[in-house]
T-cell receptor, first 112, second 115 residues
Framework: DAGVTQSPTHLIKTRGQQVTLRCSPK?????VSWYQQALGQGPQFIFQ?????ERQRGNFPDRFSGHQFPNYSSELNVNALLLGDSALYLC???WGQGGKAFFGQGTRLTVV | KQEVTQIPAALSVPEGENLVLNCSFT??????LQWFRQDPGKGLTSLLL?????REQTSGRLNASLDKSSGRSTLYIAASQPGDSATYLC??????????????FGKGTKLSVKP
């Protein structure tokens, strides 16, 4: 049984560009959440998708957007990249919005 | 606003010691609490989940307790091994309304177990 998979694992982008990160949830899970983790900090909640809709959103600007597809996979899009967007981006899936969360290995985004 | 604090920020112990990691949260209205392990540059591995109605959970050498009224949880690791070296993160989910969905994390405790 494959766990949560994220792609790509590493990414380097230039300031002002746009990026798309992808996540496939664990089999049987219907909810996907995205988190941003800066070095030495705990993960910060970006948003959560359930039934293809954004259900909750953390304190992130509109430059951060997402999507959930009918197969429950999800994308995170970030526009107009800033140097401060450099971080590890983590995807978590669960069965239901409050279920036990399983995380992927993350995508390391570096903005130069 | 829920805040999660983990003490200590770093801990170094010799192999074989039993140890306790602490987590405190400011709002006792939680749905559940999870402990995670994170190796450098990697994702999070779920260790234990405690529902708000439970007092503790055990898995192998790990035991997590929850005292919701005092806003505290502890992770007990028995007979520590060098392979336990990692950062341990505590996270809570709210119990009400639309806030049930997101996890709120502490900054973690970086554990080093020396051979």
């Amino acid at each position: 049984d494959a766990g949560v998979t994220q792609s790509p694992t590493h990414l380097i982008k230039t300031r002002g560009q746009q990026v798309t990160l992808r996540c496939s949830p664990k089999s049987g899970h219907d909810t996907v959440s995205w988190y941003q983790q800066a070095l030495g900090q705990g993960p910060q909640f970006i948003f959560q998708y359930y039934e293809e809709e954004e259900r909750q959103r953390g304190n992130f600007p509109d430059r951060f957007s997402g999507h959930q597809f009918p197969n429950y996979s999800s994308e995170l899009n970030v526009n107009a990249l800033l140097l401060g967007d450099s971080a590890l981006y983590l995807c978590a899936s669960s069965w239901g919005q409050g279920g036990k969360a399983f995380f992927g290995q993350g995508t390391r985004l570096t903005v130069v | 606003k829920q805040e999660v604090t983990q003490i200590p920020a770093a801990l170094s112990v010799p192999e074989g010691e039993n140890l306790v990691l602490n987590c405190s949260f400011t709002d006792s209205a939680i749905y559940n609490l999870q402990w995670f392990r994170q190796d450098p540059g990697k994702g999070l591995t779920s260790l234990l989940l405690i529902q708000s109605s439970q007092r503790e959970q055990t898995s192998g050498r790990l035991n997590a307790s929850l005292d919701k009224s005092s806003g505290r949880s502890t992770l007990y690791i028995a007979a520590s091994q060098p392979g336990d070296s990692a950062t341990y993160l505590c996270a809570v989910r709210h119990a009400y309304g639309g806030s049930q969905g997101n996890l709120i994390f502490g900054k973690g405790t970086k554990l080093s177990v020396k051979p």
